[in-house]
């Protein structure tokens, strides 16, 4: 669940953004930077959670895509190696939201 908010905070502020009728830069700034620290903060609490003795994927989340006559299924989780890669792109987006 923690992990799909994390994607969930991002999308919807990418989504938010571009449908926005405001053009001031200085409110696209605040917000962005406000949205990418709240996604640093829920993943660093995902980094704390994750338990690295563990071999399989954690935060593990599967959708169904379509009909299930079609039977696609959209799956993503973290492992071992990733979750450094996820905290590291989060940090990233921030750092670049706060920078530019």
Same mark, same amino acid.
């Given at each position: 669940?923690?992990?799909?908010s994390i994607?969930?905070?991002?999308?919807s502020?990418?989504?938010?953004?571009?449908?926005t009728?405001?053009?001031?830069?200085?409110?696209?700034?605040?917000?962005?930077?406000?949205? =990418?620290? $709240?996604a640093? /903060? +829920? *993943?660093?609490? @995902?980094?704390i959670?994750?338990?690295?003795?563990?071999?399989y994927?954690q935060?593990?989340?599967?959708?169904s895509?379509?009909s299930?006559?079609l039977n696609m299924?959209?799956?993503?989780?973290?492992?071992?190696? =990733?979750? $450094?890669f996820? /905290? +590291? *792109?989060?940090? @990233?987006v921030?750092?670049?939201?706060?920078f530019?």
């Amino acid at each position: 669940m923690l992990f799909l908010s994390i994607f969930t905070t991002l999308v919807s502020a990418i989504a938010g953004l571009a449908l926005t009728n405001i053009r001031d830069p200085f409110f696209i700034k605040v917000i962005s930077t406000f949205l =990418s620290g $709240l996604a640093l /903060l +829920l *993943s660093c609490i @995902l980094f704390i959670r994750f338990d690295p003795d563990s071999f399989y994927f954690q935060f593990h989340t599967t959708y169904s895509i379509g009909s299930e006559s079609l039977n696609m299924l959209y799956s993503f989780g973290i492992d071992n190696m =990733s979750v $450094l890669f996820f /905290l +590291l *792109s989060s940090l @990233l987006v921030f750092s670049c939201t706060l920078f530019i």
